[in-house]
């Protein structure tokens, strides 16, 4: 069945350094990856998402990595910015309506 | 455009009693999900509708069901409640599916004493 390890569970780092949230997922058929930020006592947003045809796809400071091999999904924060603070989910999707979340990353930029 | 709309945010209920929440989606999305988020679990996935058809379901007992009407507007019921049923319960909307950008609501945030 769908499943999704997401670590670390918590990560601090220093405003500045990078930011990296690694997702590991079981099902082979899966072809859709998204990751939602949660800021606190606010509703998740889609930040960036990649598909399994694609190995890599960045947004400004934001890049997702996808290696189907291994069946890992990570993202990537360069240059952290004190409202990158926030809980980031990864998902998992094969494609028959049911998204399957991680249990979430707890990213703190220490200024 | 309006958002995402739940009703209600908070509400208090006591162990076996029953539940209805409401989501209206944004205007021309037809597809709702519904999901589960609590401390230790994150976010669940409860189940799906497009066009008033479930497309599928997430590991929850029976007592968690739903519905979607024609105007796409979306309702779930919880029955005989249990303590741990206490969650934020989330839905969002998208255009198509669980597959492209899910635009979430605020959340109903239930307590059940």
């Known amino acids: 069945g769908e499943n999704v390890e997401q670590h670390p569970s918590t990560l601090s780092v220093q405003e500045g350094d990078s930011a990296v949230i690694k997702c590991t997922y079981s099902d082979s058929a899966s072809n859709y990856f998204p990751w939602y930020k949660q800021e606190l006592g606010k509703r998740p947003q889609l930040i960036i998402d990649?598909?399994?045809?694609?190995g890599e796809k960045k947004d400004q400071r934001i890049a997702v990595t996808l290696n189907k091999t291994a069946k890992h999904f990570s993202l990537h924060i360069t240059e952290t910015q004190p409202e990158d603070s926030a809980v980031y989910f990864c998902a998992e999707d094969f494609g028959n309506e049911k998204l399957t979340f991680g249990t979430g990353t707890r990213l703190t930029i220490i200024p | 455009k309006a958002g995402v709309t739940q009703t209600p945010r908070y509400l208090i209920k006591t162990r076996g009693q029953q539940v209805t929440l409401s989501c209206s989606p944004i205007s021309g999305h037809r597809s709702v999900s519904w999901y589960q988020q609590t401390p230790g679990q994150g976010l669940q996935f409860l189940f799906e509708?497009?066009?008033?058809?479930?497309?599928n379901k997430g590991n929850f007992p029976g007592r968690f069901s739903g519905r979607q009407f024609s105007n796409s507007r979306s309702e779930m019921n919880v029955s005989t409640l249990e303590l741990g049923d206490s969650a934020l319960y989330l839905c969002a909307s998208s255009l198509k599916g669980t597959v492209g950008e899910l635009f979430f609501g605020e959340g109903s945030r239930l307590t059940v004493l």
């Open positions: 990649i598909r399994s045809n694609v």
């Open positions: 509708y497009f066009s008033e058809t479930q497309r």
